[in-house]
């Protein structure tokens, strides 16, 4: 979660509204409900609120006064328990709320217990839905059902020390063979810092590599997952970032590694941003795409972020549809931005900030170039919950498995959750 988000198709996720019907109600938010009363939100609670909080508080000021005797209750639930929150949704539709906010990689779950409704035909009808990409509807989609609207955005790049790079006579590096030599000569020259923060238990620093190799989550066994594999994890040496102190590192502590002022380079996301400025690396940075294998090319990333929904138990599908479009609208991501930094999905927002703001350049270019995402499978919570993928790095990052191993013994797991 915390993406979500080719990508001026995925940068493409937009709706805006046109008057619902007021037929009778059904599970699709366009049709029907009443058209006034109390409309019930959750969002995310975040860190500090307090922003997030004021751009939702203008939003519902400006709905309620373009809908007479309607009001907006808005609860912001805490991440951690949102599993169990929506499950007791689900099951009693008289507590539950209308419109949610919920991880992309949430889907899978929330939509075989059929607790989300359907989005294509509010989708359809709204002016800027049809700026909703390809890619962009594939993470929200499932089994050819709309069930979200990508709200915001998040990927990761790779964050250099402007620094270190102009002392050593050093360029961005542009392929992952040059990002390997690079590493190693940080390493070598600055022996106090690793040459690129990489973690054993950094799944989506990891992915990038398999997936630029050919390979997938869902094929770790095959020859090109393995090959991908092993250029990450070669990475985890002692010419670079030592095993003993690199093989337990998760992407958070990457982040402060780097913003730490020791590492080199780093693979961050744009919601990283706050943290590296906050560190010792400030303002000696600057952020390039992930390269891929192919000199030029950039790896895919993972499209992370979140979604906006309307539960299928919504007494009020129709006022549901017009509350989220406009909080998912231009005007409402772009605020977000301001407050937050989230990455805006609809191409007008993206264009916009990154005109104003040169740092979302690598990301959008990384966007642009594709993205990937987990199977959209419900059977995906388990493999998550059972951290198969960062047990599988960090068994060869230690030396207790080689690659072939690793990956079998994953394959075989994610295979058995996947049901295959």
């Given at each position: 979660?915390?993406?979500?988000?080719?990508?001026?198709?995925?940068?493409?996720?937009?709706?805006?509204?046109?008057?619902?019907?007021?037929?009778?109600?059904?599970?699709?938010?366009?049709?029907?409900?009443?058209?006034?009363?109390?409309?019930?939100?959750?969002?995310?609670?975040?860190?500090?609120?307090?922003?997030?909080?004021?751009?939702?508080?203008?939003?519902?000021?400006?709905?309620?006064?373009?809908?007479?005797?309607?009001?907006?209750?808005?609860?912001?639930?805490?991440?951690?328990?949102?599993?169990?929150?929506?499950?007791?949704?689900?099951?009693?539709?008289?507590?539950?709320?209308?419109?949610?906010?919920?991880?992309?990689?949430?889907?899978?779950?929330?939509?075989?217990?059929?607790?989300?409704?359907?989005?294509?035909?509010?989708?359809?009808?709204?002016?800027?839905?049809?700026?909703?990409?390809?890619?962009?509807?594939?993470?929200?989609?499932?089994?050819?059902?709309?069930?979200?609207?990508?709200?915001?955005?998040?990927?990761?790049?790779?964050?250099?020390?402007?620094?270190?790079?102009?002392?050593?006579?050093?360029?961005?590096p542009a392929s992952i063979a040059e990002l390997t030599s690079?590493?190693?000569?940080?390493?070598?020259?600055?022996?106090?810092?690793?040459?690129?923060?990489?973690?054993?238990?950094?799944?989506?620093?990891?992915?990038?590599?398999?997936?630029?190799?050919?390979?997938?989550?869902?094929?770790?066994?095959?020859?090109?997952?393995?090959?991908?594999?092993?250029?990450?994890?070669?990475?985890?040496?002692?010419?670079?970032?030592?095993?003993?102190?690199c093989a337990d590192l998760t992407g958070g502590k990457t982040?402060?590694?780097?913003?730490?002022?020791?590492?080199?380079?780093?693979?961050?996301?744009?919601?990283?941003?706050?943290?590296?400025?906050?560190?010792?690396?400030?303002?000696?940075?600057?952020?390039?795409?992930?390269?891929?294998?192919?000199?030029?090319?950039?790896?895919?990333?993972?499209?992370?972020?979140?979604?906006?929904?309307?539960?299928?138990?919504?007494?009020?599908?129709?006022?549901?549809?017009?509350?989220?479009?406009?909080?998912?609208?231009?005007?409402?991501?772009?605020?977000?931005?301001?407050?937050?930094?989230?990455?805006?999905?609809?191409?007008?927002?993206?264009?916009?900030?990154?005109?104003?703001?040169?740092?979302?350049?690598?990301?959008?270019?990384?966007?642009?170039?594709?993205?990937?995402?987990?199977?959209?499978?419900?059977?995906?919570?388990?493999?998550?919950?059972?951290?198969?993928?960062?047990?599988?790095?960090?068994?060869?990052?230690?030396?207790?498995?080689?690659?072939?191993?690793?990956?079998?013994?994953?394959?075989?797991?994610?295979?058995?959750?996947?049901?295959?």
């Amino acid at each position: 979660m915390k993406l979500r988000l080719a990508v001026a198709a995925v940068l493409a996720v937009g709706l805006s509204a046109c008057a619902p019907s007021t037929s009778s109600p059904s599970s699709l938010p366009s049709d029907g409900g009443a058209r006034s009363g109390t409309l019930k939100v959750w969002l995310f609670d975040e860190p500090n609120r307090a922003p997030k909080e004021a751009v939702v508080k203008d939003a519902v000021a400006e709905f309620t006064a373009s809908h007479p005797d309607t009001k907006v209750e808005v609860a912001y639930i805490a991440v951690d328990t949102r599993s169990e929150r929506f499950k007791g949704a689900f099951n009693d539709p008289a507590s539950a709320p209308d419109v949610v906010e919920y991880g992309n990689t949430d889907l899978p779950e929330y939509a075989a217990a059929g607790g989300l409704a359907d989005l294509g035909p509010t989708v359809s009808r709204w002016a800027e839905g049809a700026d909703l990409g390809a890619e962009a509807k594939a993470s929200a989609t499932y089994q050819g059902t709309l069930l979200g609207v990508p709200w915001f955005l998040g990927v990761r790049a790779l964050y250099y020390r402007t620094d270190i790079f102009q002392e050593l006579g050093l360029k961005p590096p542009a392929s992952i063979a040059e990002l390997t030599s690079t590493a190693r000569t940080i390493r070598q020259k600055k022996p106090d810092m690793f040459g690129v923060a990489v973690g054993g238990k950094y799944t989506y620093a990891a992915m990038p590599f398999v997936w630029d190799a050919g390979g997938d989550i869902t094929s770790l066994d095959s020859a090109q997952s393995r090959a991908g594999l092993t250029a990450y994890t070669n990475l985890i040496a002692p010419d670079n970032c030592p095993p003993q102190q690199c093989a337990d590192l998760t992407g958070g502590k990457t982040v402060d590694l780097f913003a730490g002022g020791k590492a080199g380079m780093g693979i961050l996301g744009n919601f990283n941003r706050a943290a590296v400025d906050a560190g010792a690396a400030k303002g000696k940075y600057a952020v390039v795409p992930l390269p891929g294998s192919k000199p030029g090319s950039i790896a895919p990333a993972f499209a992370g972020g979140n979604n906006l929904g309307i539960m299928r138990n919504s007494q009020r599908p129709a006022l549901a549809g017009d509350f989220l479009t406009l909080l998912a609208g231009k005007k409402y991501q772009t605020r977000m931005y301001e407050a937050m930094g989230n990455l805006p999905t609809l191409k007008s927002a993206s264009t916009e900030v990154a005109a104003k703001d040169p740092f979302l350049k690598p990301f959008v270019a990384t966007i642009a170039a594709g993205t990937k995402f987990v199977p959209l499978d419900p059977g995906w919570g388990k493999v998550d919950a059972s951290a198969v993928l960062p047990t599988m790095i960090e068994k060869v990052a230690t030396g207790r498995a080689t690659v072939d191993q690793a990956t079998a013994e994953a394959a075989k797991q994610i295979d058995a959750a996947l049901g295959k």
